[in-house]
């Protein structure tokens, strides 16, 4: 373990910068202050040294914003916010989906870490420190350490953020997150994109250690090694995954999603309970799992958690457009998945809201993954001629109130005719179905309606 603490490199206080301690410390993307209110914010490294020594923890409050990172942050007893705007006076004001707090290691550096001491089981120390709201991005392991964006230990709560296009390197393990002792719990959350250049794409699970995955999504992560997305080391290694999903993981090139160093059955106790998983592993068929959903892209009917509009990128982005088709996916579920109205409640008591900031039960019953499925609104609704309705509602589009005989089209503003339906009666509703954002010419007619989607 020597070796692992000479990466550990931590951001000093400029020596006339002097820190205000309370409840709350305030950061924002260009504060100089100290940190005692939104408009004396202090920058995010000077807060978190001052903020770790404290008697009593306080909480860092983060605005909007991009922080891009120069060195690796200790995280022991660190307690840390996303998703302000800047003008909150209470906790529950914030909005993590809106307000995007990011925290950028610019493919250089691991962005946390956890002191790392050398015992583990019922001798590991606990380090309280939570991380919530965030989006952790670009994050790069030294060479011989795992956990492309983090290394966390004992006490360690990761909470309502995103991971995304993270890595190892040297064959280390865990594309975003090692989790390297004890008890640590990850919570709706969700990480997409991320690499290892061992096992374990999103995550890696260290011997004796036990990771809680709560309301989590795992997608499109990729590993050498067993697993796709979550990756254990030992016999010691154990998982309790609610009302999870974990799908369009790649090993190597298969789709499995879960496996040990060499082996996609090895690891400890492994627990999927109202969770849907992409995995050949016999972890998932010894009878111990509870309401367990098997997902098989190659069944006669695929069992598929039906994503609105995921990436086709598996790993972390190559290039700009990669980055850019990454950043604006969407892993909310349509109203057809098998992951609806399938989770427990139970396991969400605590939980209010979903990562997209919406109630985190949307009907009776929460669904698995980090977002509920959200009924669609009529997103557009208009009348061509007074008579004729046009209606756009979860990417289709409904013309009713048509004569027999005639002819509804589909136009983009280039012209071209995307789609084109005779109606064989009166008041016969016409169903064209939209698969891209943009603006479209409904024609009935020759009487023209523009509509954005």
């Known amino acids: 373990m020597k070796k692992l603490f000479t990466y550990l490199v931590v951001f000093f206080i400029p020596v006339m910068q002097v820190l205000a301690v309370g409840e709350v410390m305030y ?16 920058n995010f490294a000077a807060a978190a040294e001052v903020a770790r020594v404290q008697e009593v923890k306080p909480q860092i ?9 120069s060195s690796t942050v200790l995280f022991d007893h660190l307690f840390i916010y996303g998703g302000f705007s800047g003008t909150e006076t209470m906790l529950s004001e914030r909005n993590w989906a809106t307000n995007q707090t990011i925290f950028d290691g610019n493919d250089a550096i691991q962005l946390f870490r956890n002191s790392l001491g050398t015992e583990r089981g019922s001798n590991a120390t606990s380090i309280d420190c939570l991380l919530d709201g965030v989006i952790v991005q670009n994050g790069l392991s030294p060479a011989d350490v795992n956990g492309g964006a983090m290394i ?4 360690a709560v990761i909470r309502n953020c995103i991971f ?26 969700l990480f997409i994109n991320n690499t290892s250049t061992g096992n374990g794409g999103a995550i890696q699970i ?26 254990v080391g030992a016999t010691s290694s154990n998982l309790n995954l609610i009302n999870s999903i974990v799908y ?5 090139s298969d789709y499995n999603s879960y496996g040990a160093n060499a082996n996609i059955n090895g690891g400890g106790t492994i627990i999927s309970k109202h969770s849907a998983v992409e995995s050949t592993s016999t972890k998932f068929t010894n009878t111990d799992d509870v309401n367990h959903i098997f997902l098989d892209r190659n069944a006669e009917v695929p069992v598929v958690p039906g994503f609105v509009s995921p990436s086709t990128i598996i790993g972390k982005g190559a290039n700009e457009t990669e980055i850019n ?5 969407s892993f909310r579920l349509q109203g057809t998945s098998p992951c609806v109205n399938t989770g427990l409640n139970e396991e969400v008591a605590a939980i209010s809201l979903d990562l997209g900031h919406k109630s985190r039960i949307a009907e009776n019953v929460v669904d698995m993954g980090a977002y509920e499925y959200e009924a669609p609104n009529n997103i557009f609704s208009g009348y061509l001629d007074g008579s004729v309705s046009v209606i756009v509602s979860d990417h289709e589009m409904r013309i009713s109130g048509g004569k027999k005989g005639q002819l509804v089209q589909l136009i983009d503003l280039r012209g071209v005719v995307l789609n084109v339906q005779e109606l064989k009666s009166d008041n016969e509703t016409a169903y064209f179905r939209l698969t891209n954002r943009g603006i479209y010419l409904v024609s009935v007619d020759n009487k023209v309606l523009k509509v954005r989607f």
């Open 164 to 189: 995304r296009n993270n890595a190892t390197q040297n064959a280390k393990h865990g594309g975003a997150i090692h989790c390297n002792t004890n008890t640590i719990t990850i919570e709706n959350s």
């Open 61 to 69: 409050w983060v605005k909007a914003g991009t922080y891009v990172f």
């Open 325 to 329: 088709e990454i950043n604006n996916a």
């Open 27 to 42: 950061v924002t993307p260009e504060g100089t202050g100290d940190g005692s209110s939104w408009e004396n914010a202090s």
């Open 248 to 252: 369009n993981n790649l090993y190597g």
């Open 152 to 155: 966390i230990n004992n006490g």
């Open 206 to 231: 260290g011997g004796s250690t036990t990771v809680t995955a709560r309301s989590c999504t795992f997608a499109n992560n990729k590993a050498v090694n067993p697993g796709g997305a979550i990756g």
